[in-house]
């Protein structure tokens, strides 16, 4: 049974940093994209940044790209998302989710599993 679980949100005054972690499990090697989305208050859920596991293969949506890091740990199953330059826009419930092709979880945005979310708050 796959799963996703996050953790290390919060709040942050905005300038500062915040690392989420997406810990996974019950993964098979068709388990292949990772990736964060948000939501925003009153705002459609969208996908932020993405990795694949097996190949050298990450992607962010623009607007994160010079501050937001995805990267893996193989060993211990996460995922992490490290945020810098948090902004009061950034304030946004974050997701982990998983899917099996880039496709399907960034062009389509309709990844298999997801976590259950994360509060991620920035103030002015």
């Known amino acids: 049974q796959v799963q996703l679980v996050e953790s290390g949100g919060g709040s942050v005054q905005a300038g500062g940093s915040l690392r989420l972690s997406c810990k996974f499990s019950?993964?098979?090697?068709?388990?292949?994209?990772v990736g964060w989305f948000r939501q925003a208050p009153g705002k459609e859920r969208d996908r932020i940044a993405a990795?694949?596991?097996?190949?050298?293969?990450?992607y962010y949506l623009p607007s994160v790209k010079d501050r937001f890091t995805i990267s893996e740990d193989t060993a211990e199953n996460i995922v992490y998302l490290q945020m810098n330059k948090l902004k009061p826009s950034d304030t946004a419930i974050y997701y982990c989710?998983?899917?099996?092709?880039?496709?399907?979880?960034?062009?389509?945005?309709?990844?298999?599993?997801w976590g259950q979310g994360i509060q991620v708050t920035v103030s002015p």
């Open positions: 019950g993964f098979t090697d068709r388990h292949n994209i």
């Open positions: 989710a998983a899917a099996g092709d880039f496709t399907t979880l960034w062009i389509r945005e309709r990844p298999e599993y």
């Open positions: 990795i694949n596991r097996w190949v050298d293969l990450i």
